[in-house]
């Protein structure tokens, strides 16, 4: 079973431009995650989907951060325009279950350097 | 809200010996789940062992188990026979058991080193 693919795996950007990154979850996983992960810090949650659903956003920079799922599979997240404190390493994840016990599978992350 | 804390930054241990690892979290809920993930030096996160609040008995999955204390809101990973791949950052999580949202409110983590 192939796991959840991320691209790019790293990104170097300066401050006031624009970046994205893709996820592709696992096959027949309904539930995505954005995480964002700074250094010495664990994951932190963006974005929850349920299938091209938005489940929770609640802490996604809006004025900046954008993200969609279209299709309920691919996902696509957006900075415009980055600051310094963007650089982390965004996470993706996906889940069958939405609730419960359920495994949450992550992919390798794409590693984001704003100078 | 929930909020999950790892004191320690750092441990070491030595090949073949056991480690502890702590975590405790605050939560005013009776039904979550607790979970340990390690992400090695490449990144990619993944689970090491669950615990469902509702059970008693302690998780283990072969050298990894916790001891979970729900009174005391604490849930520690005991890792026996230590091996090089080990080496990595833990990070405890936990998990609301209702609501629609299923976020994964994580610790800061814990840098375990293993000593060959």
């Known amino acids: 079973e192939a796991g959840v693919a991320q691209s790019p795996r790293y990104k170097i950007i300066e401050k006031r431009q624009s970046v994205a990154f893709w996820c592709n979850p696992i096959?027949?996983?309904?539930?995505l995650y954005w995480y964002q992960q700074i250094l010495g810090q664990g994951p932190k949650l963006l974005i929850q989907?349920?299938?091209?659903?938005?489940?929770?956003d609640s802490q996604l920079p809006k004025d900046r951060f954008s993200a969609e799922r279209l299709k309920g599979v691919d996902s696509t997240l957006k900075i415009q325009p980055a600051k310094l404190e963007d650089s982390a390493v965004y996470l993706c994840?996906?889940?069958?279950?939405?609730?419960?016990?359920?495994?949450?599978?992550f992919g390798p992350g794409t590693r984001l350097t704003v100078t | 809200a929930q909020t999950v804390t790892q004191s320690q930054p750092e441990m070491s241990v030595q090949e073949a010996e056991t480690v502890t690892l702590s975590c405790t979290y605050d939560?005013?809920?009776?039904?979550?789940?607790l979970f340990w993930y390690k992400q090695p030096p490449s990144r990619q996160m993944i689970l090491v062992i669950r615990?469902?609040?509702?059970?008693?008995q302690n998780a283990t999955e072969n050298r990894f188990s916790v001891n979970f204390q729900k009174a005391a809101k604490s849930f520690s990973l005991k890792i026996s026979d230590s091996q090089l791949g080990d080496a990595a950052m833990y990070f405890c999580?936990?998990?609301?058991?209702?609501?629609?949202?299923?976020?994964?409110?994580f610790g800061k983590g814990i840098t375990l080193s293993v000593r060959p």
């Open positions: 994840a996906s889940s069958f279950l939405q609730r419960g016990a359920g495994e949450q599978y």
């Open positions: 096959s027949g996983h309904a539930t």
């Open positions: 989907f349920q299938n091209n659903g938005v489940v929770d």
């Open positions: 939560t005013s809920e009776s039904d979550y789940y």
């Open positions: 615990q469902e609040a509702y059970k008693q």
């Open positions: 999580a936990y998990r609301s058991g209702s609501g629609a949202n299923s976020k994964l409110t």
